[in-house]
């Protein structure tokens, strides 16, 4: 456990709804396991949907009120009970808390600390905007904007302490990564590149399936259960399923379970090349210093392609100008749903640089601070 200089408040709510899939849950329980394991935090997430947690946490029971690995479950319900909020209180993503909350806290003899963690983005104005301040008319309550980010003005990304030393442990050991992948029922040959593929539906995999099949060297392509499953159908005529196995050319296709967050990570840890999607997957890509593609989140107005270039603009410094090129097509070919076969030859051909790349940049992004330990700190303070 950390040492702590000064202590932080020790009562912490998070409050999350599930807009859909896995991103806002995966964000929220990372944040309250890392929390509770590294500060000694009491944390009570209230969430809207246990469903979408027991995906990531299949310890997680369908019952209203739990403790899960140390955390406080609650069921958020829609009459909100009269409770005594923490004295930290995280509103995930603007999720709008319980107005009785709100009241309640109002109340409180020592006002709780009240922070919207923002969704992450690798845009300019996300410097400026990190740590401002509203004021909740009604109360005078003040919120606190926390921005993810890819700066060291931002609150940063979150980042166990230990998970540098797990990934590198596991990543300098072959028979931790043999072990792993056949204990998701994997085992692929030697010379094999071998790609996890989590992506939203994309008409762009037939572009690199059809590449994928005509490839040089063998190809195994680990698909975990999920959306793009549907964008394969298409292509094979059905969409496979979990446990499918398909060979075409040089492609093997493997369909796996949804795993737990740890074994995704190590997923990630395993692989060649990552497809990535969402904020919590292209975050654990980045951490996995792994080459990684990321289907950003589509957004209304394209808005989602400017912070594709936003971040593609802070990843490319650094880069040997014709991978940056290739790896931009790559990118925006995917997300675009554009045919992928000529960037993605390009970027293979630059393999070993396009790795060294990786490794750096997960070098930089440690050297910025963790979103975590920047709560932590930000709440020790007065207001
Ligand atoms: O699931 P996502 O697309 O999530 C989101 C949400 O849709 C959200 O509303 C949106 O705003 C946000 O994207 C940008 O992608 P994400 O963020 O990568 O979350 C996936 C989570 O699932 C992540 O915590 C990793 C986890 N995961 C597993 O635990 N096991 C698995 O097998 C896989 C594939 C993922």
Known sequence: MKRIENLPPRHWDIFCRVIDNYGDIGVCWRLARQLHCEYGLSVRLWLDDLAALRRL??????????????????QWPAVFPAVEPAEVVIEAFACELPETYVAAMARQPERPRWLNLEYLSAETWVDDCHGMR??????????????????GKTGGLLCEAQLRQEREAFQENPEARVNFLASMGVTTASDAL??????????????????????????????????????????????????????????????????????????????????????????????????????????????????????????????PPLLAQALECLWYGWNCGDNCQDAWNQCLERLSEWQLHSRNWEQTLNSLGDLAAKLVQFCEKPL
Not at 57 to 74: F, K, L, M, R, Y
Not at 134 to 151: E, H
Request: glycine content about 6%.
């Open 57 to 74: 946490w299949p310890s997680t029971a369908d019952c209203a009120h739990q403790t899960v690995s140390g955390i406080e479950v609650v």
């Open 134 to 151: 509203s004021i909740n008319p009604q109360y005078g309550l003040v919120k606190t904007f926390f921005f993810p980010g890819f700066t």
């Open 194 to 319: 071998l790609i996890s593929l989590f992506s939203y539906e994309n008409p762009a995999i037939h572009s690199l399936v059809e590449t994928w099949c005509k490839s040089a060297r063998p190809i195994h392509c680990l698909v975990p259960e999920g959306r793009i499953l549907a964008s394969l159908g298409r292509y094979f005529d059905s969409a496979p399923a979990v446990g499918a196995k398909v060979m075409r050319g040089q492609l093997t296709l493997q369909v796996i379970p949804f795993m737990t967050q740890d074994q995704y990570d190590r997923l990630l840890w395993s692989c060649d090349i990552n497809f990535v999607r969402g904020e919590d997957s292209f975050v654990r890509a980045q951490w996995a210093a792994k080459p990684l593609v990321w289907h950003i989140y589509p957004q209304d107005e394209e808005a989602h392609l400017v912070k594709l270039a936003a971040f593609m603009a802070r990843y490319h410094h650094g880069l």
